[in-house]
């Protein structure tokens, strides 16, 4: 594979913007010198860091995170400890299996694998109890009901791989400072599915060599916005 290892992330920035893929992955060219993370990526990464915290056993002491105001850490936090208590997530914590920020792995084959891989990811949480598991992704920001669900199933195919006792997988989108979440159940008969369908983004990636633009309103975000608009004067 010419592009691997692949993440999701790295395949949802090719379908969203290929040459956002280009400059990352392939040509792997800096950011643009004026680019700065906007504040709902640091929201984003300081709720993850406390909910992993608090999973781990933590008292949800993290630092580094001072461009989020302090009046809205505190209102995170809250939303956070809300998030712990919710019925269908506090029913998870007793589970046989829990894990916080797990990495997991699939070889060339979409296989799990302890080696060398071609896909790699990090789970936010994931419970395993008997046959039925859950793996929830945390979200911070506005609620969105309709969700894409690729993200999760890549999870839930290396779910289903490695506990071979799983039948049935719940996937959640958990939004945080809402308590809402986008849900779908994959079971055990998807996962050929599951695989196939890893496999097919992953093939058209390995067969485009001619990188497209794709302007919309959220290249305002991009860390390559300047570099686009200097050689590609691109509009949006």
């Keep these: ?66 461009n989020v105001e302090i009046a809205d850490r505190l209102k995170l936090i809250e939303d956070a400890e809300n998030t712990l208590s919710n019925e269908y997530v506090a029913l998870t914590l007793g589970f046989e299996v829990t894990n916080v920020e797990k990495e997991i792995r699939l ?15 990090y789970v936010d949480y994931y419970a395993v109890d008997g046959e039925f598991a859950t793996v929830i992704d945390w979200k911070s920001g506005q609620y969105r ?6 993200q999760l199933e890549l999870y839930a195919l290396w779910l289903f791989q490695t506990y071979s006792e799983i039948k049935e997988v719940d996937l959640l989108y958990y939004f945080v400072e809402e308590q809402k979440y986008a849900f779908k159940t994959v079971t055990l008969e998807d996962v050929i599915e599951l695989r196939n369908n890893l496999g097919v983004s992953i093939n058209i990636i390995e067969a485009t060599d001619e990188f497209e633009l794709n302007p919309s309103k959220s290249c305002e975000y991009c860390k390559f916005i300047n570099t686009c608009r200097d050689k590609y004067n691109i509009e949006y």
């Excluded at 592009?3 to 400059?23: G, L, R, T, V």
């Excluded at 040509?27 to 781990?56: C, M, W």
């Excluded at 070889?107 to 990811?121: E, F, I, K, R």
Aim: contains cysteine; proline residues 6%.
């Design 1 to 66: 594979m010419k592009y691997a290892p692949y993440s999701f992330s790295k395949i949802n920035s090719f379908e969203h913007c290929q040459k956002q893929f280009e400059f990352t992955y392939v040509n792997k060219i800096s950011p643009d010198v004026e680019y700065r993370d906007p504040i709902f990526f640091q929201r984003g990464r300081f709720v993850h860091a406390y909910l992993a915290h608090r999973l781990t056993g933590g008292a949800g002491e993290v630092y580094g995170y001072n």
């Design 107 to 121: 070889d060339s084959n979409l296989l799990p694998t302890n080696g060398d891989y071609a896909v790699n990811g």
């Design 145 to 150: 009901p309709t969700q894409k669900f690729k």
